[in-house]
């Protein structure tokens, strides 16, 4: 599985650059990191995240007002503050933010990661998650991709929802038809590949500009990939 992309916005970027390093040494995060709370506004609307980390620096980096700001253009992705352990802050205060957590200052590197799969995992699975799949804003708990561009609605049943939900969990890397039919629809003896075939066929006449060349949920030896 491909690695999940933060968001880092801190005011020191020796301490950014540290601890960016040190989050992508366990090769399951790409972060992405900015020192101002500008360029984090910039760049929610330029990309996608799986987390933000944002911190908390008296005088240097307001991250509340980041985080309100964040929360204002309709970011859902679980967004971590890292605060100061002499700062009045405390969990109900990030909480009324907008923050999903917080991580005090100096911290223990496992104690932040344990944060940040948690909150990923949590909202990976919550009735918010919004992931973006190529022209499309994926919302899983309406069964639902909305066109960014056209501001178009595409309805989807409840098996092209679980089947764009496993692809885009395996992050661009190709799901046999045999584990889509067992993840999908489960050990059902009467399922076959030709009934998954069908609903890729469908699904593609939905999502495709051009279903006979696939360009978002594309056929590899095997199985498909989804290009997110």
């Known amino acids: 599985m491909s690695a999940k992309q933060i968001l880092l ?34 760049q929610i609307k330029s990309d996608y995240f799986d987390l933000i980390l944002l911190d908390i620096n008296p ?17 859902k992705c679980p967004i971590i503050m890292l605060v100061p352990a002499d ?15 917080c991580v005090e200052k100096p911290f223990k590197l496992e104690t932040l990661l344990t944060c940040i799969r948690s909150h990923i995992r949590k909202h990976e699975r919550s009735k918010n998650a ?40 395996a992050r661009n890397k190709a799901v046999s038809r045999d584990v889509l039919l067992s993840k999908v629809w489960g050990y059902n003896a009467h399922v076959t590949t030709h009934t998954l075939e069908t609903h890729i066929y469908r699904l593609r006449q939905k999502i495709e500009t051009n279903p006979t060349s696939a360009e978002i949920l594309i056929t590899e030896p095997g199985g498909y990939r989804l290009v997110s």
């Open 9 to 42: 916005a801190v005011a020191e970027e020796p301490f950014g650059k540290v601890l960016a390093e040190q989050l992508e040494l366990h090769n399951e995060f790409a972060i992405i990191p900015v020192i101002s709370g500008d360029a984090a506004i910039q």
């Open 59 to 75: 005088g240097k980096f307001n991250g509340s007002e980041v985080c309100k700001s964040m929360r204002k253009s309709h970011v």
């Open 87 to 101: 700062n009045n802050l405390n969990y109900q205060s990030v909480i009324e933010f907008g923050a999903n957590d």
């Open 130 to 169: 919004e992931f973006n799949v190529g022209p499309y804003l994926f919302r899983p708990s309406t069964r639902q991709l909305f066109q960014i561009e056209n501001k178009n609605y595409v309805r989807l049943t409840d098996k092209e929802t679980s089947i764009l939900i496993y692809l885009f969990r």
